[in-house]
């Protein structure tokens, strides 16, 4: 079935250490995005990729580093530098226009 | 920058209508809307483009003031289904760069 994939869907991260949310699309979109959610604040533009071997930073991008060597995949590593990363964070993917379809979300906690 | 999104939430009995608003202080080249249940990801109700047009999804339609830059949700004969936190997205023009979420609207539909 086509779709968006996130994993791992609950993460606990220690004070200090990188992890990398995994997010996994078959639709055959050009775009891919990630965003954060957190409580009353609606959704925040990490970074965006249009095309294989690009992307851009988004509203909030400091603490995070992202690649896309293939069209299929997005992973996002959320770094040290990242002082409040308790969130929900989404990823998403669309063809041009923005319209974004978004995979079920993975939870990640600072222990 | 953020749009604003009106009321912060909605509380209505199975039958009635609700309103949600979201308007922005720059040009809206589109506006998108989603509704998210808790803990799941958000999903895509309709997009808006240009042009004053109206468009329905069920029993839910919505509409785009270009000059105003606004955009309204329309949810006629409320069902138990419909409730959950609304989103509007709006897409300044610049491609697949993403789209800038409002806060979120609550609606909580009681029998």
């Known amino acids: 079935d086509g779709g968006i994939t996130q994993s791992p869907k609950y993460l606990f991260r220690k004070e200090g250490q990188n992890v990398t949310l995994s997010c996994e699309q078959n639709l055959n979109h050009d775009a891919m995005y990630w965003y954060r959610q957190d409580p009353g604040q609606g959704l925040r533009l990490i970074y965006y990729s249009q095309i294989v071997n690009d992307f851009q930073k988004g509203d909030i991008a400091e603490g995070y580093s992202v690649s896309r060597e293939k069209k299929e995949s997005f992973p996002l590593t959320v770094t040290s530098a990242q002082k409040n990363p308790t969130a929900f964070y989404l990823c998403?993917?669309?063809?041009?226009?923005?319209?974004?379809?978004f995979g079920e979300g993975s939870w990640l906690t600072v222990v | 920058q953020q749009p604003v999104q009106s009321p912060q939430a909605v509380i209505l009995r199975e039958g009635e209508d609700a309103v949600i608003n979201c308007s922005s202080s720059k040009a809206l080249y589109s506006v998108h809307w989603y509704r998210q249940k808790h803990g799941e990801a958000p999903v895509f109700l309709m997009i808006?483009?240009?042009?004053?047009e109206q468009k329905g999804h069920e029993k839910i339609s919505a509409s785009f003031n270009e000059k105003k830059q606004q955009s309204s949700l329309y949810l006629t004969a409320s069902q138990l289904s419909y409730s959950g936190t609304y989103f509007c997205g709006k897409d300044g023009g610049g491609g697949a760069d993403g789209l800038t979420f409002g806060k979120g609207t609550h609606l909580i539909i009681q029998p």
């Open positions: 998403g993917s669309g063809y041009s226009g923005n319209t974004i379809y």
């Open positions: 808006l483009l240009k042009g004053g």
